[in-house]
């Protein structure tokens, strides 16, 4: 049996190229699939728990205070849950784990192991001293670790209640063939892992490493298996950093936490609302105010827009932070309703401040910057823009259209589907 090292896919036959995600030379032979299995001993379970009488108040949470981190974490992090979290590297993951570990010490009674196979004990505590204000470190024992099976021993002798594996990727099993970070260590190590954590009622955060794709390499199972999967994104050489939850079994994944990275390691960032607005240049015609959904979250963005006399034959359409799909649309909908000549320009849109966002709600800040450029006139900075576009040119609601304008500030006037009903009254606006 062959097996992808990036998707997981598997097949019989080694291939040079992988039919599932495209990618050359990832095809590796595994070999625990050959073996012959063994019958199983029948046994009877014995830690069941009836629903009658399991009651809700059983669900414990640790709790934790950064306001920015329960964002993500809502609760808390709950005692016996499995954790996944991803992130390019030099990103911040590890920076991001000792801070939770950092809040948990001083908010809880609890022991935590720290198992690293990617960085030895002084760095990992030269970190966390930087970090922690309190020094309070009498609670955390880190050790180099590799070994599966010294893991899992080292934690039971010691009674941690929270342990954290940097990274899963680094671990191995000698119980099966394969080097560490093959698809199938990753899969048993993993497997076993959050088997312990639940019998054992122990916390356990796991670190992964993502593709150049972004997502968590080694197997899809890995994500499957745990009960929250949570990713750090953002430029590595930027400013700020994005907190994700992809899936939760304790809550939603309707929010993001927004990080600055600093010298004293991540700073919640709880006025991105202030330094956006503050720092956005609205002198300029083109520059407008929007507000985009991040996961869940609103977040006031300024959007602006570049044309330029095109000296292609094909004139240039480049987004950054946006869909270029919607940009597309929204052009062709501007040439039709408005009779924009739009052909003769190269248009240039970019999302200042490192963030994406692919939500129609966008198209009409996004036509209205168009509009503003194309005419040289500049809009008030006290508009902000909310709504989607049809194809025939009507304003829509957005989507949390509600949700966005509450987290409008007061002075801003508001132009969505309730003042405008047609694309061509933009022009009477701008």
Known sequence: MYICSNCGYATLSKLGKCPSCGEFGTLEKDDTKNKVKKTAQKTTLTYGTSLKTKSIQDSKFFDIKNNELKRVYQNGIKQGGVYLLGGQPGIGKSTIILQIIQDLLENNKINIGYFSGEESQDQIYSRFKRINKENNTQDLDIYTASSLEDIVQTIAENDYNFF?????????????????????????????????????????????????????????????????????EGDRFGQYRFLRSMKNR?????????????????????????????????SIPGSVFTMGIDNGRPVIVNLEVLLNKTNYKYPQRMAVGIDNNRLNLVIAILERYLKLNLGNFDIYVNLPGEFKFYDSGLDLALAGAILSQYQNKLVDKNIIFIGEIGLGGQILSSKLHEKRKKEIPRDFEIIDFNNLKYIVELKNLI
């Open 164 to 232: 954290i594996i940097d990274s899963i990727q680094t671990v191995y099993s000698s119980n099966i063939d394969g080097i560490a970070g093959s698809p199938s260590q990753v899969k048993f190590c993993s497997e076993k892992i959050g088997e312990f954590a639940k019998q054992k009622g122990i916390t356990c955060f796991i670190i992964g490493h993502v593709t150049k794709g972004g997502e968590i390499a080694g197997p899809k199972y890995l994500e499957h298996i745990v009960d929250m999967v949570s990713y750090l």
């Open 250 to 282: 304790f809550g939603s994944t309707d929010d993001v936490s927004i990080f600055e990275m600093g010298l004293f390691g991540l700073i919640p960032v709880y006025d991105i609302k202030e330094r956006i607005i503050n720092t956005a240049n609205t």
